[in-house]
């Protein structure tokens, strides 16, 4: 393309031959108002109020739109000569007796000044400006909307008005319709609780705050890309060109020196236990939905608001749903007594809610937690020792104070309370997650009763796990609070470096080993070792074992027919000797 | 020179073993040119007299086999072990039991009473049950007394070389005896005592061609169960073989037959007791974590004695179930 010399305003600029007015008025800095522009998008020029005066060098001048008026060499424009003004002002007030004053173009009629359109002021809300059908043919690529009919019937919808299959739900036309004739339906203001986990997000985002690496990622689902091959508006925007559409998942084989498995928990889901009636009633939440609901960047923005809105008037907060049960998990989670507590003193904190904690026993056991205990009392906060028994709703008599009802006993008082609340929050347990099972196979670790992964000894060595070179961090390895985590995560990152920068490193002289000689390749004990360390050399017929990943269990020892597999300082014949010693 | 002296002896055994020598075929003519025959009840006539006649250590090489069950097999045993140079325990029997180890599970008199009143077969209204001694007009006849417990040769008497087999393959005997022809000839030294002639260090599995994978069982099967794949290892189609804890040097006939290895060749060379090994190994890939599951796949196994010791019972660490 050859470079053309233009002017506007009198500011010379040196452009393309044929790119538009508009976007050299852009760069440099003269603003043209638009309303049916938009940079991505081929222009259109249906509203007109982007007119312009042209004029070349012989003094001839015409009005045009910038959004489509190709530069070519010595064309002079000028954006604000008074028939640049009257040209944009019938322009406004064309559309004005058409469409109803949304917000756009009233500011534009200030701008103007244009009081009071000529032609009066129309009822529809749509301009005619095609942002939406162009938005959805040229970017979107769904084809959904269209105009229809013609002259004064001409309107934007979809085929046939029937309700369109191409529509991907994408949003894009409500997003760029200039005066708000599309709308996209909101859920008329409420909260639902069940999807504050959902918070606003893009199909292109970072997806969470700490996530490593602190990047953005396509999620497929929503992308319009993927749903139509259209859109890649991303891609067109972004200056160091890294969207890549054709990224797909790899798997990668690294090697590593150390394994940290810190996998985690799940939450216990309270739904099975019937009488607290989650997923039933709006306003019984998980511990986690609470906790999501305060955070800052929550739906509600940290402000702790019922299904409808309001504050609730009070609030009990449940212990121990799930944990100390002996119909679900018999072990204490150990950081509920204390996130139940600082929930007591958020909500002190953010409204005027009355607090009801209802508990089996207080385990404030950790550094500076019984002291936080004793300042939740001073805050007003109702403490009953006994377990919630029964959510129900609240008859009509308890209007007032509550729309829920908790059940419970009072152990200390020894009676049977009925307390009306607004929201109850339901402590429930850590509980080992679905594949932990999984990650223990494929880890060769084991799991306990509960699911929670087992550390080679509880007392002396609870970091590390039965195969060398494997740590456990976190509650994987059984409840813990944040300062326990951290604390066996350093730990755990310390035993890693320790082997990384060992260079060799110490085995067991324990261990089995085959003796070639009298291995004859049944492949009975290749099935066998918990540890993965038996292979078969389909060459020369025999098994091998892997002395680094061997722990001397001895169950291939047992199993090898032929006695070929012998396992270190105990041997048959060592055991033999015992046991004749021993009856000697 | 003085050809060197061979003796063939058998004890309680059913003579498959001597069979099994003269399944040589024409090799046969070579031992015979070799050796001098001194004692081979089963196929001429010697008395025991004539070995009782010899110099001590005349013999230079007797193949002995059939397991010790009576006074008669342990005096024979001693005596050729008197006046042989070299004793070998020939066969399953000698060597380990075999079939007549079997025995051991009862008691002499549960045996007897089986076999001369009870058994459905016999039709014995006196009740008369062999004595070791009776008397008839001519004067007292003897029999030589049955043991109550069948030994093996080596835990009778001193035994030089064991040849494994129920019975030894005659490639093997052939072999074992042109090696010893060999090493007579050429005055070569003899293999360390103790040597187990005509078979590997090695199980069965290394001579059985069948492709093996990792085993997982969830049933036993009985061999006329099913028509074995006959390319896949027996054991991992749920057939009972004894091949992994059997010694090699049968060259894997049966298996390869497509039947399962009874185990005749004897424990290899590490392992002290056959029977409780293939037992551990077989528990070991039984495919499943259910207690309730295991026993029931464990009961598929029938007759486990007769399946895991069919040979080896007089010399394992089993003692008997009947006192």
Known sequence: MEKVSITIDGKPIEVEEGSYVLQAAEELGIKIPTLCYYEHMTPYAACRICSVEARDGKGWTKIVTACNYPAW????????????????????????????????LQELADELGV???????????????????????????????????????????????????????????????????????DTNGRILHSELTLGPNTAISIPFRQAIPNAPRIDPDYCIHMATGGCKLCSKVCPKECINYEDKDEFEELEIGAIIIATGFQDFDPTPMQQFGYGKYPNVLSSIEFEQMNNAASPTDGKILMENGEEPRSIAILHCIGSRDEDHHKYCSRVCCMYALKFAHLVKEKTNAEVYQLYIDMRTFGK?????????????????????GEIVPAPPEYSSEGNLLVRCEDTLIGKFREIPVDMVILCTALEARGDAEDIARKFNISTGADGWFIEAHPKLAPVSTTTEGVFLAGVCQGPKDIPDTVAQGTAAAAHSIRLLNMGEVLMDAAYAEIVEEFCSGCRICNGLCPYNAITFD????????????????????????????????????????QIEGILA | MAKPKLAIYWAASCGGCDIAILDIEEKILDVAEFFDLVFWPCAMDFKYADVEAMEDKSITLTLFNGAIRSDENYRIAQLLRKKSVVLCAFGSCASEGCIPGLANLCNLDSILDYAYI???????????IPQTKTKVPEGELTIPRLWNTVRTLPQVVDVDYIIPGCPPQSDQIIEVLTTIIDILKNDKPLPEKGTVLGATDKSVCDECTRERDIKKITKFIRPYEIIPDPDLCLLEQGIVCLGPATRSGCGAKCVLAGAPCRGCYGKPQNIRDQGAKMISALASVIDSTDPEEIERIIRTVPDPIGTFYRFSLADSMLRRVQI
């Open chain 1, 538 to 577: 389909e060459e020369k017929k025999v098994s091998e074992i892997n002395s680094a990943l061997c722990k001397a269990c001895g169950t291939c020892v047992a199993a090898c027919p032929t006695g070929a597999i012998k396992a270190r300082h105990f041997t048959d014949d060592q055991i033999y000797a």
């Open chain 1, 73 to 104: 060499d010595g064309l002079q424009i000028f954006t604000d000569t008074p028939r640049v003004i009257t040209a944009r002002k019938v322009n406004l007030e064309m559309l004005m007796s058409h469409c109803a004053p949304a917000p756009v």
């Open chain 1, 115 to 185: 009081k009071e359109p000529r032609w009066g002021i129309g009822t529809d809300t749509c301009i005619m400006c095609g942002l939406c059908v162009r938005i959805c043919d040229e970017v979107v690529g769904a084809h959904a909307l269209t105009f229809s009919s013609r002259g004064i019937d001409r309107e934007v919808s979809t085929p046939f008005k029937l309700e369109s299959e191409d529509c991907i739900l994408c949003g894009a036309c409500a997003r760029y319709c200039p005066t708000g004739h599309i709308r996209m339906t």
């Open chain 2, 118 to 128: 009870k058994s459905p077969s016999v039709n014995n209204s006196n009740k008369i």
């Open chain 1, 368 to 388: 500076g937690y019984e002291e936080f205990y004793q300042r939740i009392l001073t805050e007003g906060v109702n403490v009953i020792r006994g377990k919630g």
